[in-house]
């Protein structure tokens, strides 16, 4: 299992990363291992707003579906188009091109409420 060292993590398998005051949300590569072939990726609305908790898109493999979970509050200011057509991108680099959306964050102190790279290990460890 990969991690992003610069990454914030979910216990839903979210991972956060922070680029100005830009947040890049995408699934862990624990989660895409889990899921498998990844052939489809449902992404919000660019303006959506959404609060912490609340489900912001579905990602489907040829195993399961499952939805995706908002780690912060904010507004969607980007999604990734390239995965409409190439949600495989998913797989092949989770942490990169296989980013979900960016999210402009309303509560900045809800980062601080992720996990490090450290307890994400410890909790998948333990599941």
Known sequence: MKLDA???YTD???WLRKE???LICGITDY???ELSDVVYVEL???GDSLKKGERFGVIESVKAA???YMPVSGEIIAVNQELVNAPE???KDPYGKGWMIKIRPSNPAEWDML???EEYEKSVAGA
């Open 6 to 8: 610069n990454a914030r």
């Open 12 to 14: 839903s398998h979210e």
């Open 20 to 22: 100005g005051d830009v």
């Open 31 to 33: 989660a895409q291992e």
């Open 44 to 46: 919000p609305e660019v």
């Open 66 to 68: 499952s939805d995706l």
């Open 89 to 91: 991108l998913v797989n």
């Open 115 to 117: 996990l490090s790279p």
